[in-house]
Structure formats: C-alpha cells, structure tokens
C-alpha cells in the first residue's frame, strides 16, 4: 500500500497567485481529511470528506479556501488568491469505516507552503 | 470551542528513564483519545487509542484515560533516543466526528 500520496510535497509561490494542493487517499478509506500544521497554531482541521461529500467545513478559514473530492482517490485544496499567512505545511489524511481503532487516521507526507 | 492541552515542553528524560506525556480536554462528550507521534519535519503516527477509562499497553507505551478527570496521558517505558519527537494528543466525539489536536509535547531523550 502506497499510503496516502500528497503533491506537491514542497511550493513556493507569490502572494495573489492560485495554489492547488492534491491528495489521494488510501484505497478503501471513506473518509479523508485536510489539516494546517503551524508552529503558532498546531494542527488544524480545515474540512474533512464521507464519501466524496464534505461534512464539515467549519475549519476552512475563509472564502480563499475551498475544497473538492471529485471522487474516492483525489481531493483538492485551492487557496486563492494565496497570502503570506497561509504559510504552512498542508497535511491530507484519510481514515476507513469499521469497528475499535478505525477512527485512525493516515497521514500524508504533506506539502510545505510558501507564500511570499 | 473544544480544547486539547498539551504542555508544550521540552520534556527531557535520559535514556532509559520513563516518559510521561499528558494531556487534558475540554468536551465531556470525547470518545475516542489518541496519541501521534511526529518526527521534525515529517507526518504524524498514530502511536495508540484508547476508548475505556483505565490503562492500554502496547510494547513500551502505556495510554491512561481518565475521563472523569478529563485526563489522558502516555507513558513511554525505557526511552531511547529514537523515542525523540513531537507527541500530539488527539480527541473526537467519536465515530467520525471532528478531531482535535492538541499542539504538541516535544519529548528529547537523553543518551
């Protein structure tokens, strides 16, 4: 199993310039995640997926955000127009359904942002 | 707002010693605890769950939970130097509600 395969793993990109982050979850798994690590703020929930439709989005932190999983082995996360602040490193993890310990998530290797 | 505390550390043991994370949060209603180990500049690792009050082992990590107390903590037998890295406690409501993270406890063993 590859685990879960984020790209790009590293961008560097200009402030006001579309950024778009890939993820392709573990074969099987229903449910997939999108997560901000920073040093000030930690880990972050952004929005997370159920089977291609998205459940909560209460953690996207503003309308340059949006997220899509056209299907069961690709999300997207754009941010546009990208600004400093959003520097970070964008984490995908995806996670089966089924009984004790199914709630763990699988993390990718994640995409380390910057924006200038 | 639901919160996860972590202490933010250094936590520095010498090698052999026993480790002792902990880790409190805020929602009475969390199911499920859980414990991520991160490398410097790599992806968290699920470590262990733990669902019952009480004690889970596994090899050298022992999880506590209290949820009276609201407290759950991770104990790490025999430290070695590879034991080295950020350890995030996480929490949910259960099934697949929304995780929280808490920010991290840097452990540092000392050989």
């Known amino acids: 199993d590859a685990g879960v395969i984020q790209s790009p793993r590293h961008e560097v990109t200009e402030m006001g310039q579309e950024v778009t982050l890939r993820c392709k979850p573990i074969s099987g798994h229903d449910y997939l995640f999108w997560y901000r690590q920073t040093m000030m703020r930690g880990l972050e929930l952004l929005i997370y997926?159920?089977?291609?439709?998205?459940?909560?989005d209460s953690g996207m932190p503003e309308d340059r955000f949006s997220a899509k999983m056209p299907n069961a082995s690709f999300s997207t996360l754009k941010i546009q127009p990208s600004e400093p602040r959003d520097s970070a490193v964008y984490f995908c993890a995806s996670s089966p359904l089924g009984t004790e310990g199914a709630d763990t998530q699988y993390f990718g290797p994640g995409t380390r942002l910057t924006v200038l | 707002q639901k919160e996860v505390e972590q202490n933010s550390g250094p936590l520095s043991v010498p090698e052999g010693a026993i480790a002792s994370l902990n880790c409190t949060y805020s929602d009475r209603g969390s199911q499920s605890f859980f414990w991520y180990r991160q490398y410097s500049g790599k992806s968290p690792e699920l470590i262990m769950f733990?669902?019952?009050?009480g004690d889970k082992e596994d090899g050298r990590f022992t999880a506590q939970l209290n949820k009276a107390s609201q407290y759950v903590s991770l104990l790490i037998r025999d430290s070695q130097p590879s034991d080295s890295a950020t350890y995030l406690c996480a929490v949910t409501d259960g099934g697949y509600q929304k995780v929280t993270f808490g920010t991290g406890t840097k452990l540092q063993v000392i050989p």
């Open positions: 997926f159920n089977n291609n439709v998205p459940i909560d």
């Open positions: 733990i669902y019952s009050n």
